[in-house]
């Protein structure tokens, strides 16, 4: 089995970073909807019934590496159904610096429920972190006080209500006390942390697929959104800081400019994991996509048994999920110590893309735990193959 040289993809954007320490002035940020400046409080929504916001700013960012963001808010004059309702989001989207979601429970972000009066629309290609502060039985709502990661795709396919990647139950934090909270959402791919507060742990954390959100750099507006409903509250953004973290050069989120439909995803994996291997033939030699849970499941010709070589390799995969972070994610350049016992190849980096040659075919794979635990593991490397 041999580790494969790669030639390594062209470099995403500079980083940039956003600095507000209060919010009075447009000319950084989209407001869009009911969202305005409250002196130099960035309001997304007001204590009003049927209300929805977002704010953008207005230049994409560089985000498929990683980043840092943190922000204060407070939730005021509370009234209505639920005593306040329905709470704000972090919202990273490739739909322009003019999109707004539903009212009501959709949050700002989503569709709106088909029984509501208001018949809104969703933002497509999107990812949420949404702080919930009022509890909708008919959506299977956890509880009124509960921090959720949901997404949308395309607008043909987009339902009510979103999918939910990952939710906490019920927060320590009440979110609508009253009082100033401080939230820190940290993206190391392909793990997204959320922390309120002094928290030394994340209140939520989970794997992320971002190839949907952003664009063949690796970029994205980011910003808020937020709704009411019956119930209402002061949504309010009172600071934000956001940084781009390039923290790890073997890993590389996957752009939305790929090569296979979306609906070709397994169902039941926040990462987008390809039900079977795709193998397309070049000028060059073959364009492979090769799923993080097959194992040995992608394979080329090779009867003379030449040298291969890999270019353009990207993506990002978990063989191991419960240890999230670098230490069960990665990329297909693995640096590191060898994986040791149980994995496919034990003197090899885990998670790195691995080669073999037998019998006429030279197969690739995955550097995972061997057997049915393979069969776990999350999405998948894209790479072009080059014969010598």
Not at 27 to 44: N, P
Not at 356 to 367: A, D, I, L, P, Q
Request: proline share 5%; aromatic share 10%.
């Amino acid at each position: 089995m041999a580790l494969v040289a790669f030639l390594s993809p062209a470099m995403a954007a500079d980083p940039s970073a956003i600095h507000f320490a209060g919010f009075s002035s447009r000319q950084a940020l989209s407001l869009v909807g009911d969202a305005h400046f409250a002196g130099k409080t960035l309001r997304l929504t007001a204590a009003k019934r049927d209300r929805s916001g977002a704010a953008w700013f207005r230049a994409k960012q560089p985000i498929g590496t990683g980043f840092d963001t943190t922000f204060q808010f407070r939730l005021t004059h509370q009234g209505g159904l639920g005593h306040g309702a329905d709470g704000f989001a972090f919202v990273i989207q490739n739909s322009g610096p003019g999109a707004l979601g539903g009212r009501g429970s959709a949050g700002g972000f989503a569709v709106s429920d088909p029984a509501y009066q208001h018949r809104d629309k969703a933002i497509p290609w999107s990812i949420a972190v949404f702080f919930d502060t009022f509890q909708n039985d008919d959506e299977d709502d956890p509880s009124a006080n509960y921090v959720s990661f949901c997404t949308y795709g395309k607008s043909s396919e987009m339902r009510w209500p979103a999918r939910r990647l990952a939710f906490t139950p019920n927060l320590a934090v009440e979110l609508k006390d009253r009082e100033v909270h401080t939230a820190r959402i940290l993206f190391r791919p392909p793990v997204l942390s959320v922390f309120l507060d002094d928290a030394a742990a994340p209140v939520l954390e989970s794997t992320v697929d971002l190839s949907i959100v952003v664009d063949q750099w690796g970029g994205a507006w980011v910003g808020f959104t937020a709704s009411t409903g019956g119930g209402y509250e002061n949504h309010d953004i009172l600071n934000w800081s956001f940084n781009v973290t390039d923290v790890s050069t073997s890993m590389s989120v996957v752009s939305s400019d790929i090569t296979f439909p979306m609906s070709a995803c397994l169902p039941d994996r926040n990462l987008c994991t390809p039900e079977e291997a795709l193998v397309e033939q070049t000028a060059e030699g073959y364009h492979i996509v090769l799923p993080a849970n097959l194992e040995w499941g992608g394979s080329i010709p090779n009867p003379s048994a030449r040298a291969v070589e890999v270019a353009n390799a990207k993506g990002i995969v978990c063989w191991d999920v419960k240890a999230r972070g670098s230490e069960g994610c990665g990329g297909p350049s693995r640096d590191g110590a060898p994986a040791g016992s149980g994995f496919l190849a034990e003197e090899q980096p885990a998670g790195a893309l691995i080669t073999k040659t037998r019998e006429g075919r030279t197969w690739f794979s995955v550097n995972g735990r061997g057997g049915a635990a393979f069969r776990s593991n999350e999405g998948f490397y894209e790479f072009d193959v080059l014969m010598h």
